[in-house]
Structure formats: structure tokens, C-alpha cells
């Protein structure tokens, strides 16, 4: 799953209506937290012998959990996640 794709069904699973309102309205607030949402992966150019370098937007291990999370409509563990989010910790693969 893409950045976008990843991003994109966040903000559909979000706005369901059997989201609790809590939730709803602290997933709006994560918008003040965009750096944990994705990972920048250097590419190495395809044109051989250049030292141009490319950037790849990745889903993040949180956003990729919340999603998950959202998908089966485990409300704890969406809300462990976004507090995880918004207190500054880096959830990596293996941590949750």
C-alpha cells in the first residue's frame, strides 16, 4: 500500500458513521503530526551515472497500524495509537 493509498483510506475509514466521536475528533487532530505518518526512502536515480537521487513518501509502521486498527474497528488500540502519535513516540514494526 502506498503513502497516498494508506492516507486515503485513513480519512475514508474516519469519516464512517460508526466511528466513535472521540476517535473522529482526535484522527483530525493527527493532522498536527504529519512527519509520523511516512517515511522518506531515498531512490537512486534510474539514469545511470547521474548523482541525481529520488525521495519515495512511505506509509509509516503507525499509519499502517492505525489503518489496520480502523479496519477492524478495534477503538483501544486505534486510541493507544494516536496518543503513541501525539506524545512524540515512533512506533516502528515489532513495537505495538
Do not use: N, Y
Not at 486505534?78 to 503513541?84: D, E, K
Amino acid at each position: 500500500m502506498t503513502f497516498r493509498e494508506a492516507m486515503t483510506e485513513l480519512g475514508r475509514l474516519a469519516g464512517a458513521p460508526d466511528v466513535p466521536r472521540e476517535i473522529a475528533d482526535a484522527l483530525l487532530r493527527l493532522i498536527e503530526h504529519p512527519c509520523k505518518f511516512v517515511w522518506l526512502v531515498k531512490a537512486a536515480s534510474p539514469a545511470i551515472g547521474t548523482l541525481d537521487e529520488a525521495a519515495i513518501l512511505e506509509p509509516s509502521d503507525l499509519l499502517m497500524k492505525l489503518v489496520e486498527a480502523m479496519r477492524a474497528f478495534d477503538w483501544p488500540q486505534v486510541a493507544v495509537l494516536i496518543r503513541s502519535c501525539q506524545s512524540g513516540l515512533l512506533v516502528r514494526e515489532g513495537e505495538l
